[in-house]
């Protein structure tokens, strides 16, 4: 049996200055750990009251929530971190790995791209996460390109 992963993973991305958050997570069965037969987030949805709004880069914080849940699974606030998420979708007729990759041509190498794990009943999505450039409070980054 391997380490628990997580709660590491949540202090190496804040040493990234990616900004963590705890979410609920699911058991051996893809029960949620909120504990509701009809959750429709299982294992996606905050332990915190303010969901995004507490994520922090602060490792005390951080090791504080992971003590106490563990197996919570890592929630990432994007706007603070400088970082925008994209869902590729290739389900149900959709050709998104294939714009995927003009864009990334187009862009070439200023587009910097991690795979997520694959979920295991979609193998056919992906989740790329982009780094931008950082904007001041309160405006919009001016895109990947501004890098
Ligand atoms: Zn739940």
């Known amino acids: 049996m391997t380490e628990n992963p997580k709660p590491e993973a949540a202090l190496e991305y804040a040493s990234l ?6 979410l609920h997570n699911t058991d051996a069965a893809g029960a949620c750990s909120c504990g509701r037969t009809d959750c429709h987030s299982a294992g996606k949805h905050p332990r915190t009251e ?3 709004l507490d994520a922090t880069t602060d490792p005390a ?3 504080r ?3 106490a849940w563990p197996d919570a699974n890592i929630g990432i606030a994007t706007g603070p971190s400088g970082l925008i998420v994209i869902d590729v979708d290739d389900r149900e007729g959709r050709h998104g790995t294939d714009v995927w990759r003009v864009l990334v041509e187009k862009l070439g190498p200023r587009l ?8 295991p009943r979609a193998v056919s999505m992906s989740t790329t996460v982009l780094p931008v450039a950082r904007s001041p409070a309160g405006t919009m980054p001016s895109g990947p390109a501004s890098t």
């Open 112 to 119: 910097k791209t991690r795979r997520s794990s694959r979920r």
């Open 61 to 63: 914080q951080i090791r």
């Open 65 to 67: 929530w992971w003590t």
């Open 50 to 52: 303010h969901g995004h």
């Open 17 to 22: 200055r990616v900004y963590v958050f705890p």
